[in-house]
């Protein structure tokens, strides 16, 4: 059994107040719960700080939770929706963003079974193909290179893995490595290792970064990471995303 919990806030630097923005007909955060909806999570809940949020979530029938103003990210307020819901430290819930409304329900389920799978993780989560060297170049795009068992050794925003021998001796840029892969945003924590990461503070990784999860890595709690069975789809974060988002739910693309 897993929960999913959505933070979604009014406020963005990129886009404010995108997750109450139209698309196809509904607010965007109405697509993300639905995505959670039909996934095989025990119970899906809003956490937000805002009224016109929460008010938007109670109209298409989604259960809100009022949390802080301050927190610093969605992990932070899922970790105070737990905390104040009583759920066990064994309990898993997914941290599913609320500006991802091409969320397949399939990777929500894949991501909690595989946390379940693995009784020493605190924290589970997938990734995904690179598909060109621009991908792989781009800051924007985050990079993770694993364990071979699965175990996450770093996240970055840099070009990893970098193939020294032949990115240098190469006259062109070669071909991309099978281990070059992005990370895909989607987590589910055990509840004892998503209270015990809220309650440290930023680490010297994390800040160089800007990525929460070395965070983790750098306190001892491990990340397994896996395959994602479907391509996750676009989230979004400028205008054009949301009118490219918008086409494909008009034109019935939406995963399910």
């Not at 993770?144 to 240098?168: E, K």
């Not at 999860?213 to 750098?218: D, I, K, P, S, V």
Request: aromatic share 6%.
């Amino acid at each position: 059994m897993f929960r999913v919990v959505v933070p979604a806030r009014f406020a963005s630097t990129r886009l404010s107040g995108k997750v109450l923005m139209p698309l196809a007909g509904k607010p965007m955060l109405q697509w993300v719960y639905e995505r959670a909806r039909a996934s095989a999570a025990a119970e899906v809940l809003i956490a937000t700080d805002d009224e016109r949020v929460a008010s938007a979530a109670r109209a298409f029938g989604a259960p809100v939770m009022m949390t802080a103003a301050a927190h610093a990210s969605g992990t932070d307020r899922i970790a105070e929706v737990a905390r104040r819901a009583g759920w066990g430290e064994s309990d898993i819930v997914v941290n599913l963003q609320g500006d991802e409304p091409l969320m397949p329900s399939a990777l929500i389920n894949q991501v909690s079974e595989l946390l379940t799978a693995r009784p020493r993780a605190a924290i589970a989560t997938l990734a995904g193909p690179i598909q060109s060297i621009e991908e792989f170049a781009d800051p924007r795009i985050v990079k993770v290179v694993t364990a071979a068992d699965g175990r996450a050794l770093y996240f970055s925003r840099a070009a990893i893995p970098w193939d020294r021998d032949a990115w240098g001796t190469a006259p062109a840029a070669p071909a991309l490595s099978a281990a070059a892969r992005r990370h895909i945003g989607l987590y589910a924590y055990r509840v004892g290792g998503l209270r015990r990461f809220a309650s440290l503070p930023p680490s010297r990784l994390e800040l160089i970064e800007k990525l929460e999860q070395l965070r983790a890595l750098e306190n001892g709690l491990e990340i397994v990471v896996a395959d994602a069975c479907a391509p996750p789809g676009a989230d979004v974060n400028t205008a054009e995303d949301l009118e490219r988002v918008a086409r494909q739910l008009t034109c019935g693309g939406e995963k399910s």
